[in-house]
């Protein structure tokens, strides 16, 4: 079972950074952005269980649907985890089915640079940078990132499209299905979808938890779990000492360096005084 997208070509590497040989051609944009380019990928399922093999599924499918289909598959238990924001896929994967979700959530990232003014104060914020499918329709606001065309060189004749914002630009809207592409903007010609996709990004929203990006935990690095990345806030000290960052190490060094020279300075102040209580002449 291979899932990949529409495409007219098979070799690319959605996501990549074309500033060092990422190739996302003929979808628009890359790495880091909001646009196919950027949120598309390709893999393939390999197995004795696969019923429908040498197949290939065009079906909406989310990186958090692997969770529950992998523990259902192995007989295992979902209980206190709902609500899931994943699916089982099995029946998609092995069978072929149509899948069992029609809507993806790209992002909603509120701590991006907003971008052009807010459309409306009873809709979803169009400043924040959001993309969001449901069936067909994509729909993307705020700073969706760069979203150019790149052909690469390595790949034959050059054929790059290259795309600005204008400023106050910050809704698009995409029939992914027909235009997977996205040369086709439909949101000033499809306002009644817009106001739809709005809705719902407004929803999610409102489920969505705060943003948290927690300090460098040392702790974390595989050397202290038999070189292992894992799991590793638990209740159990580490004994060896924790690696240090650069700066971290040459502030602990240069204080110790002025402990030990204040030390050794009041030692020879001590020595030069005693001599000269001990002094006969």
Known sequence: MCI???????????????LYGGDNWPLRGWKGSLWEGGVKAVGFVHGQMIQKKGGISKELIHISDWFPTLINLANGSLKNTNPLDGVDQWRTISYGEQSQRNTILHNIDPLFSHAGERKSDNQFDTRERAALRHNEWKIITGDPGNGSWIYTSIRGQNQNKLYERPDDKNVWLFNIENDPYEKHDLSTKRPEVVTDLLEMLAKFALTSVPCFYPENDFMADPKYHEGYWGPWIQNQEITEEIELPSNTKIFR???????ILALY?????????RSHKISPY
């Open 253 to 259: 060094y240069s204080f110790l360096s002025l402990f």
């Open 4 to 18: 990949k997208p529409e495409l007219d070509d098979s070799q690319y590497n959605n996501g990549g950074q074309v």
């Open 265 to 273: 300075c009041l030692y020879f102040r001590y020595k030069k005084k």
